[in-house]
């Protein structure tokens, strides 16, 4: 049995790929991705992530990966909201002009 797992960070390598413009506030264009509201916000890739598991053992094998982009936005800082997670729970994140969940989840031990 093994397990396996691996974690990379794809910013130098997407960036070396020709995507610098992305990772960049003053130049990136995601404009066409959401509605700025007239904020003047710009959005720009902060971070790409790739993330994978594989698992086997004598039941079975388990294999997940995941790859996930961060990104970040030019504007006013919004006010701060501190929340205290010390219990289990479940969380969802949904897209909120159609209300599809993209990913449900649970925390057993925060």
Same mark, same amino acid.
């Given at each position: 049995? $093994? ?9 130098? &390598? ?8 992305? $990772?960049? &506030? ?45 990104? @970040? ?5 919004? &006010? ?7 219990? &289990? ?15 449900? @989840? ?5």
């Amino acid at each position: 049995r $093994f397990t396996f797992e691996t974690f990379l960070s794809l910013g130098t &390598p997407l960036e070396a790929l020709g995507m610098s413009a992305a $990772f960049d &506030p003053d130049q990136a264009d995601f404009g066409r991705m959401y509605d700025r509201g007239g904020s003047g916000e710009n959005l720009y890739i902060t971070a790409a992530l790739h993330k994978a598991f594989v698992d086997v053992n004598e039941q079975g094998t388990e294999a997940a990966a995941a790859t996930g982009v961060v990104f @970040g936005a030019l504007s006013a800082p919004m &006010p701060g909201l501190m929340i205290r997670v010390d219990r &289990p729970f479940l969380f969802a994140i949904r897209e909120t002009q159609t209300d599809t969940i993209l990913f449900m @989840g649970r925390v057993v031990n925060p």
